[in-house]
């Protein structure tokens, strides 16, 4: 699917089908001024055709281009497609007209039904049987999940480790502060409907899964500990 | 501007899943937030409200002379019109039925005084003083607050046809400011996704961000903020130009929808403890800068007026009433935002069917941090949404 082929010998036809990137019908987002005076933005057709075209003719090697391309062609049209979901729920454009986009945070996972609006302030408030299972682990604890996954993103994509390390070792001190915090909190007496108890096993895990990553760390530098 | 006797509120969500949440929302009391980032859409929302609610409807075409803020101003002015002909429409319903206005008062928090009072009113026999209750009762009912946020970020220049760049009151995010100063909206302005010099000496230009005669200020500034430290200096530098913050509302870097600012590390325990501790100085080193603007631009800093410390209120991942309870009790928080769960809630917010299930069977592997926001900001998104499906045909 994301393979490029030759955009500027292929026929007129595959062009046409061949269009990465968006239009840019609205253009909220344009900041990018790699190739044009004026900014464009990353999601737009204009600027994918330009930035691939680019990466076909670098150096990199075929995986590296791969690697670039993607991230290219990640971008969404945000802009616009945001929108579309209030104009389709409203009647005011047909769903095939419209790609939908949204940005939920990790929460909505849990919680899986269409609620009215009593059901959900009911659920705020305490006064019904909670909306989420049980199971559903402390917001606290799913944070800390959510920044040792960005800690290790952000050691996978480091280009400099050595030069970076400052920088990971003090997110890591940072991040072992806040745990430690975590478990003060999970020592004191839950209310009802909070998963306080999953605090504890949460620090335990994560705590192991950084001094893990950050070993890596140390060892690609073989820095004296 | 409307106190709302509700403990949360609804945040923005994207451009447009809140875009009209306060005309759902609003007549019940709750405060939420619509996006003014996007004018064109909000161009057609308008059209759609008005012929809904029989309202004068004239297009502001897309290249109009300052279209974007007019489109912007119009679209507030008609939420305005209908959250209060909604909300009127509730506050004359009649008592001890089953109606909106036992909506209205069921979903008030226990406790409040509010609350207390419909609960003493439902207790009492018919007769004269049911009857006075009920009067005093309906006249003390407020609806929502209809706020806006703005991105800061989100702040491109704007050309003319002739490829000219046009002044810096055209910018995205100053004609958005212009177009809510210029509202009759009566509510809070959200600043969010950083600090943007330009836009906030903007805001300087609108006297309904400062107080008037009898120390009211008609529009208030919330500031989105993921730490104590950019707090102060914020609330510090819109001090000096005589602003006064009215809410930091502080979220979670990473667990929260949308674009996520990431902290050094920081866990929202950490910082909130900070503002627990500290929350004094966002009044003690902001108060003598606000008096002496007021002192040397104004007529005076009035002895009369009440200096209102700011609220502090979270957001980011909030999922059950006990966690709220931890933030409010052990943090100090004010309130709390829950957005996300929201778009579950098809009075609430506007989710096409598609989406909602989408989302109602999303488990915590399709919800990801994504690399598909063109403003290069790890972005909180859902898999396999109708936007990804055609980025992927398309090619």
Redesign the interface.
Known sequence: MLEIRDQVSGTKKRIEKDKPGSPCPKGFLESNTEFTENPICTASNQYQLLKLAQINQSKADEAEKKRQREKVLDKACLCDHLGNGALISLGILEEHRAPQSICPGPNVAWFDGEYTLQEMVDHIYGRRESLVSEERPHMFAKEMVMYVDYFKELVEQSEDLAGDLKKLARFKKNLEQGMDLCLQIAELQAYEDENLSSITGTVKEERMRLNSIYEGIEEKQAIPS | MSYSP?T?SIPV?????S??SPI??GP?G?NSVISI??D??VE??RK?YCQKFDLPYKNIARNEKDGRARRITAYLDTVQTIVQKKFQAIQSLPFFEQNDKA?YF??L??GIDLKERYNQLLETEKGSLRDRLSYDLSRLMNPGSIDVNIMAK?D?MN?EKN?NPMSAEYS?ASAALRGYAQSNLSSSLILSAGFNPRLYNYISEYKDFYRNAAGYIKKKIILKVSDFRSALIQGKYLAKKGLEVFEYRVE????????AF?????????IL?EFREKREMLTSSIQPLIEKYYNEHIDGFSPEWSITEPRITVQ???????????LM??FDMDA?G???????????T???????T???????E??Y????????V?????RN????????E??
Request: hydrophobic share 35%; with cysteine; aromatic share 8%.
């Open positions: 509700h949360f969500m994207g451009t447009g899943h875009i009209d759902r929302v019940y709750i980032v996007d064109l859409l057609r929302i759609y909506k069921e979903m928090p226990d989100v491109g050309f490829g995205d979670s870097g990473l667990n929260c929808g949308g674009h990431a902290s050094d590390g920081y866990l929202l325990p950490t403890k980011g991942g909030i999922g059950t009433s006990g966690e709220a309870r931890r009790q052990d709390t829950w957005g996300s769960p929201f778009l579950l809630v098809p009075e609430a506007t989710v096409d069917q598609i989406t909602r989408l989302l109602e069977n999303a488990t915590e399709d919800l941090l994504s690399g598909v926001s063109p403003l290069g790890p972005f909180n998104n859902v949404t109708g936007s990804s499906q055609w980025h992927q398309a090619y």
